[in-house]
């Protein structure tokens, strides 16, 4: 009897044994791998500006679980996805090293621009993709900005004695060098109000500021004039609006 009591504790104790190793393998079988698939792009920076007539640097890597079969370039318009450059290559290895250069076209004003890694990760069609934001410029320029100005409204009205909130926004695709502010009389092109010139830099700066409009006769119109300094070699940017003054 003793010895059939030893062999019924020691047949449980065989089962939960085994019970608890059957579920440590399913916790093992249903753990996500994670992916060590990766593409690092080195240059050019996302955001970077290029210029007409440079020659871009294109450098970086692209890791793999397992071999990979090479990779595409790709760098097209954002406005309308035409391709400017494209480049392929059939390296097969875990790690493959992007290294290639494109020469920049002629650029008459400003584009956004868009580039695509697509690497080739087997030869079932799998991918992985990166992309970065680039911005071309004609050559000799290192910024682009615009300029939103939010009030005065173009053709809005305003009252003698008003205290009138100027406010809008400049911004830039690089560092901005603050703006200056001024209010002409449209009938002489006279300056009746100058602001505090602003001297931030940042690539998106608020504009702001207060004007007491002064008596008026009658219909006046006014010009509200916003000037944003690109860079330190006195580029600028201009925007106007026009507003009206009553009595």
Not at 117 to 137: C, E, Q, R
Not at 217 to 222: A, D, V
Not at 227 to 238: E, N, Q, R
Request: with cysteine.
């Amino acid at each position: 009897m003793k010895n059939f009591r030893l062999k019924t504790a020691f047949a449980a104790s065989l089962l939960i044994f085994s019970a608890a190793i059957t579920s440590c393998k399913d916790d093992d079988d249903t753990t996500i791998k994670p992916t060590t698939n990766d593409i690092t792009l080195t240059t050019p920076a996302d955001g970077a500006v290029v210029n007409a007539g440079q020659t871009v640097t294109i450098t970086g890597n692209i890791t793999g679980e397992k071999e990979l079969h090479g990779y595409n370039v790709i760098i097209r318009q954002k406005a309308d996805s035409k391709v400017l450059f494209t480049k392929e290559n059939h390296a097969h290895s875990t790690s493959i090293a992007i290294n290639e250069s494109w020469a920049v076209d002629t650029v008459a004003k400003y584009k956004e621009l868009e580039m695509e890694i697509i690497a080739t990760l087997d030869h079932s069609g799998n991918t992985l993709t990166k992309k970065t934001v680039l911005h071309a410029l004609p050559a000799g320029e290192h910024n682009h900005a615009t300029i939103t100005i939010t009030a005065p409204t173009e053709g809005g009205m305003v009252s003698a004695g008003q205290v009138l909130n100027v406010t809008g926004k400049v911004e830039g695709i690089s560092s901005l060098h603050g703006y200056n502010m001024v209010i002409r009389s449209k009938a002489d092109n006279q300056i009746v109000h100058t602001f505090p010139e602003n001297h931030d830099h940042f690539k998106t700066i608020n504009v702001s500021g207060t004007w007491t409009v002064p008596a008026v006769t009658g219909h006046t119109e006014y010009e509200l004039e916003i000037v944003a300094k690109l860079d330190h070699d006195g580029t600028t940017i201009t925007k106007k609006v026009y507003f009206y003054a009553m009595p």
